[in-house]
C-alpha cells in the first residue's frame, strides 16, 4: 500500500481561480514528481522535485508551479485556472536507488470551468 | 519527447486467455518498469525488469526485454476480469537524466 495522497479527489472551479494541488507522502522519499494525464492518454512529467528546496520543470511545459519546503509535502499550484488545464494530475515519490519504483498517489481530476 | 510506443493501444480477450503487451523505447535505460492504471486512479507498479536481465516472473506475469531492440513485453497468463485495467510500460533513463518515461498504454479489456 502507497503511502502517498493526494487531495482534493475531485476539483470543479472557475476560470480564473488560484488552486492548490496537495501531495504528501510519509516514505521519506527525497524524488517527487508531477505528471499530468488526459484520459486513456500516456502521462506527461510536468514537475519534479530531487529533494528539499529543489524543483525542476519537466518534459511537458505547464503553467503551474511547485514547491518543495518539506520532504514529505509537494504541492502544485495555478496562479489561474483555465479550460485547458483540465486534466487528471498525478503525484509520485521514488526512494534515491538505482532501481526504484514510483509509488502513485490516487490523483487530482481538475475541471475548469 | 515520448520514449515508450506500446502495441496494441487496446486489447480485448476471453477471462482464462493469456494477453501480451509490447513496448519500444528509443534511448539506454537503466531499467524497465511495467505499472497498471484503473480507469481514473493513480498507477501502481506491477514489475521492474533490469537493463542486464533479459526475463522476468513474477505470480502470472512475465516480463521479457531485448536491449539490442529496445523493446519489452509484458505477459499476463490465464486472464481474470479483475486484470482489466491500462498498462504502462516506463523507462529508467541511464546516465544523469535518470526520470521514469512512460510509454502511451494499453487498453486491456477481459471479458467474463
Known amino acids: 500500500e502507497a503511502d502517498i495522497y493526494q487531495t482534493p479527489r475531485y476539483l470543479v472551479i472557475g476560470t480564473g481561480k488560484k488552486i492548490t494541488l496537495e501531495c504528501s507522502q510519509t516514505?521519506?522519499?527525497?524524488?517527487m514528481y508531477w505528471y499530468q494525464q488526459d484520459p486513456g492518454m500516456e502521462l506527461h512529467l510536468i514537475h519534479y522535485s530531487y529533494g528539499v528546496n529543489s524543483t525542476e520543470k519537466g518534459d511537458l511545459s505547464s503553467e503551474s508551479t511547485v514547491s518543495r519546503i518539506r520532504t514529505e509535502h509537494f504541492p502544485l499550484t495555478l496562479e489561474s485556472a483555465r479550460p485547458s488545464h483540465t486534466s487528471q494530475y498525478l503525484c509520485?515519490?521514488?526512494?534515491?536507488?538505482?532501481?526504484?519504483?514510483?509509488?502513485f498517489g490516487s490523483g487530482t481530476q481538475l475541471s475548469v470551468l | 519527447s515520448q520514449q515508450g510506443e506500446e502495441d496494441p493501444q487496446a486489447l480485448s480477450i476471453q477471462e482464462g486467455e493469456n494477453a501480451t503487451m509490447n513496448c519500444s523505447y528509443k534511448?539506454?535505460?537503466?531499467?524497465l518498469q511495467w505499472y497498471r492504471q484503473n480507469s481514473g486512479r493513480g498507477l501502481v507498479h506491477l514489475i521492474l525488469?533490469?537493463?542486464?536481465?533479459r526475463e522476468k516472473h513474477s505470480g502470472r506475469l512475465r516480463v521479457t526485454l531485448d536491449t539490442s531492440k529496445k523493446s519489452s513485453s509484458l505477459l499476463i497468463t490465464a486472464s481474470r476480469a479483475a486484470d482489466t485495467a491500462s498498462y504502462f510500460c516506463?523507462?529508467?533513463?541511464?546516465?544523469?537524466?535518470?526520470?521514469?518515461?512512460f510509454g502511451s498504454g494499453t487498453q486491456l479489456t477481459v471479458l467474463p
Open positions: 534511448t539506454s535505460i537503466n531499467n
Open positions: 516514505m521519506g522519499h527525497d524524488k
Open positions: 516506463a523507462t529508467d533513463g541511464a546516465g544523469s537524466a535518470r526520470q521514469l518515461t
Open positions: 509520485a515519490s521514488r526512494g534515491t536507488g538505482l532501481n526504484e519504483k514510483l509509488f
Open positions: 525488469i533490469r537493463s542486464n536481465e
